[in-house]
Nanobody, 121 residues
Framework: QAPLVESGGGLVQPGGSLRLSCTAS????????SGWYRQAPGNQREMVAS???????EYADSVKARFTISRDNAKNTIDLQMNSLKPEDTAVYYC???????????????WGQGTQVTVSS
């Protein structure tokens, strides 16, 4: 079973909303930096939002004020609320969890398999 599993993707019209959720089957999020990334066809994977162990968040400029990342320790999920979606938000969205507790991301982190988000009328 994959260590991280994303859900909540789908097709939505411009201006609509989606909520993505990432669950961990064999670990927790509470002590690890986590984030959401996306990759559109022909583009490199880019950071969308991240949240540290202490709850500090960071967002890509293109999604500020529209997307919100959150962590639910009781449910053991990392969520991404996406509002005012635009066609350029279309991409496969991936969840990432740091491998080392209380540390920044490394090149050896855990990744989910991705969930497709398509914004189109």
């Amino acid at each position: 079973q994959a260590p991280l599993v994303e859900s909540g993707g789908g097709l939505v019209q411009p201006g609509g909303s989606l909520r993505l959720s990432c669950t961990a089957s064999r670990s927790v999020f509470s002590n690890y930096k986590s984030g959401w990334y996306r990759q559109a066809p022909g583009n490199q994977r880019e950071m969308v939002a991240s949240i540290t162990t202490f709850g500090s968040t960071e967002y890509a400029d293109s999604v500020k004020a529209r997307f919100t990342i959150s962590r639910d320790n009781a449910k053991n999920t990392i969520d991404l609320q996406m509002n005012s979606l635009k066609p350029e938000d279309t991409a496969v969205y991936y969840c990432r969890r740091g491998r080392l507790p209380y540390r920044d991301f490394t090149g050896d982190d855990y990744w989910g398999q991705g969930t497709q988000v398509t914004v189109s009328s």
